[in-house]
């Protein structure tokens, strides 16, 4: 091979180019102009990325994963540019990618109104149309510290030594944050350069990659601001956040847009105070929500169907309390691992003792309550307990990031034996249970062992391998989500769509092989021998409060008649049909349908405008020529009608789309 020639692998085949080849230009060559960035060796590069003798090439397209990033990173560097541009003053937080869009953080000496919002666009369209090139180079601590000596946070961020920094993400989701990698690993700095002088336009502290040049962001919109406390954390300045969002068509963002409108529609919040489900009254404290008697009552059919289904399954119920003595979360680990999310202790009899954020220590206690022999397991604990985790305002969303909520919990603890068996039923479980409350389409992501672990390898792998064996038998899509499992064992994630296409994470269920070992439980094996079990973590709705918010939204309020709180009301014509009406409600009473009889002085018309508000499922009607034929109107809160429905026939209906938990 010439000494300036280099060979590369692209879509599988060898080819010669020459030396100083960039990826861009290799994709281009062979009809990959398309792609926004490369993937060199399995890391993701920019296209002006110089490639190297042996080098396997892949093209990185827009649409994918992590084309959408870095289009979406690339539009907040066009987003810091034009506010710096128009407000000088500006010093600059970060800017990652997030779910769906971007934000960036910047330090102003007031908020950004709506018309501030409007300008910032502007001036990135003008910065798009440009062509601006982003230009990555290589510099040393000191270099950047003098370039951006100006820049407050960004070098703070130097000062971090190769930590990923970012705030917490919005409704449970985290964000990539901004990683800055120094000491010993490259640090560097993004220039966006003028399209045709080449000089420096604006300039960033950044990983990257990114696109090739500004005109490569096809569609963006800015979308909101708000005050964000710097890396998160209340002790540090508070900034102000600028969210965005960038798509690879005009058509994607506007479907994407329109999306959000309907969201805005089904805002479980929003839902919650016109159907009086719950509230956040002030006076508990954030994060902490109060049912009200009609949320009740779907909370309650929620919990009871769940009770029913673990019952058949073979699970036993537990009952533990809220608050522990410091010395259990000492044991398990948590005051270690976990303490930045718990609620500060109390002092009590010369103890502390903490509200507890997680439920499975007490569990183990109750495993570790009496002797346990191997012809007992697997032993299932299912508990509904309410835990406690100080979770950060930015971050505290409605019911879906709350901070004292009630987790499905269950905990299995069973021989290695029976590993795989048990997570195969388990997940045919859980997605059997989700499916009975309506969710019908599902994904899940095996996230596997970490660069930095506890444990053996030998044990990783056979908890990997089980996991991988029950995914494999549910027939579920997956991922591998390669070295993002917890430190201490890995995981199956089981996420839902929802009616509008939205993707939420629910159930999880987790190998843990530590605390087995931290509290030294054990069993007596067949042989006589003593042995330690494996423990999976289970969580199926994630936490009651969570998935009621879920449900609440994919179903825009509108519950199937088996978890609607008001499940009839009846209609009168005239203040004459109440008493026959009342005894159709008693009849229903009897089946054990919820149902009310709407006196009110209210005209007829009113009465059904304020049930469909309600978003009640059935509607009985009655007037005289319904008296005399001993039936009612029959109506669907879709505004479907059937008139001279016999009451029989209607409370058949009714029940029996209750008990089958269908949809009307």
């Not at 054990?592 to 978003?615: C, F, H, L, N």
């Amino acid at each position: 091979m010439p000494a300036d020639k280099l060979r590369i692998t692209l879509a599988g085949s060898e080819h010669v180019v020459e030396e100083g080849t960039t990826a861009g230009q290799a994709l281009a060559d062979r009809e990959a102009a398309a792609a926004v960035a490369a993937r060199v060796n399995g890391q993701v590069r920019d296209l002006y990325f110089e490639l190297a003798d042996g080098d396997t090439v892949e093209p990185v397209s827009i649409g994918s994963r992590d084309g959408l990033a870095i289009l979406r990173h690339s539009t907040a560097h066009v987003m810091a540019q034009a506010v710096q541009d128009l407000f000088p003053q500006a010093r600059l937080g970060i800017g990652p990618p997030i779910e769906n869009g971007f934000y960036y953080d910047f330090d102003v000496p007031a908020a950004f109104t709506p018309q501030d919002l409007k300008s910032i666009e502007q001036k990135m369209r003008q910065i798009v149309k440009e062509g601006q090139r982003f230009s990555r180079r290589v510099v040393t601590d000191s270099e950047a510290r003098a370039e951006l000596a100006d820049e407050p946070y960004k070098l703070e961020l130097i000062g971090l030594k190769g930590s990923v920094t970012g705030s917490p993400g919005e409704a449970g989701h985290g964000d990539a944050g901004e990683a800055v990698e120094v000491g010993g690993a490259e640090l560097t700095i993004y220039d966006n350069l003028d399209a045709k002088t080449g000089q420096e336009r604006w300039k960033d502290l950044c990983r990257g990659p990114h696109l090739p040049t500004t005109r490569n962001i096809p569609a963006f919109k800015l979308m909101r601001s708000g005050g964000a406390y710097w890396r998160g954390s209340e002790k540090n300045p508070q900034l102000q956040r600028i969210y965005g969002t960038a798509w690879p068509s005009r058509e994607a963002q506007d479907d994407y847009v329109r999306l959000l409108e309907e969201a805005e529609k089904r805002d479980h919040r929003k839902l919650g105070a016109e159907l009086d489900l719950f509230s956040f009254p002030s006076e508990i404290g954030s994060g902490l929500p109060v049912f009200h008697p009609k949320g009740g009552i779907i909370r309650k059919a929620l919990e009871d169907y769940s009770r029913q289904r673990h019952e058949q399954a073979g699970y036993e119920f537990v009952y533990t309390p809220h608050i522990t003595k410091s010395e259990l979360f000492e044991t398990s680990g948590h005051l270690q691992w976990y303490a930045d999310g718990m609620y500060p202790p109390m002092e009590l009899e010369g103890a502390k003792y903490y509200p507890k954020p997680m439920n499975c220590p007490m569990h183990i206690l109750i495993y570790a309550s009496r002797g346990r022999s191997y012809r007992e397991l697997p032993v299932r604990l299912f508990e509904f307990g309410t835990v406690y985790r100080f979770e950060k305002s930015g971050v505290v969303h409605g019911l879906t990031r709350a901070r004292g909520f009630t987790q499905d919990d269950s905990h299995i603890f069973c021989t290695p034996e029976q590993l795989q068996g048990e997570l195969a039923s388990l997940l045919d479980f859980v997605v059997g249970l989700l499916r009975d409350y309506g969710l019908t389409e599902f994904e899940a992501e095996l996230s596997t062992r970490p660069e930095k672990f506890v444990g053996e390898i030998a044990e990783w792998d056979e908890a990997e391998a089980a996991l991988k064996y029950a995914l494999d038998k549910s027939g579920l899509p997956y991922v591998i989500a390669e070295g993002e499992g917890a430190f201490y064992a890995p995981k199956i994630d089981v996420h839902v769509k929802d009616a509008i296409g939205r993707r939420w994470q629910l159930s999880t269920l987790q190998v843990d092989f530590q605390e087995p070992g931290r509290f030294g439980i054990e069993y007596q094996a067949a042989d006589g021998s003593r042995q330690r079990p494996y423990m999976i973590h289970r969580a199926l709705f994630g936490s009651i409060e969570r998935f009621f918010g879920i449900l609440t939204e994919h179903y825009a309020g509108a519950f199937p008649p088996w978890l609607a709180p008001v499940q009839v009301v009846g209609i009168p014509i005239s203040d004459a049909h109440v008493e026959y009406l009342q005894n159709v409600a008693t009849r229903l009473r009897e089946h054990g349908i919820r149902v009310e009889v709407d006196t009110s002085d209210d005209r007829m018309q009113k009465k059904i405008r304020t049930a469909q508000r309600q978003k009640v499922p059935y509607m009985l009607l009655a007037g005289d020529e319904d008296v005399n034929a001993g039936a009612v109107s029959f109506r669907y809160r879709s505004g479907e009608q059937k008139n001279g429905v016999p009451v029989v026939d209607a409370i058949a209906e009714i029940t029996g789309a209750v008990a089958s938990r269908i949809q009307v």
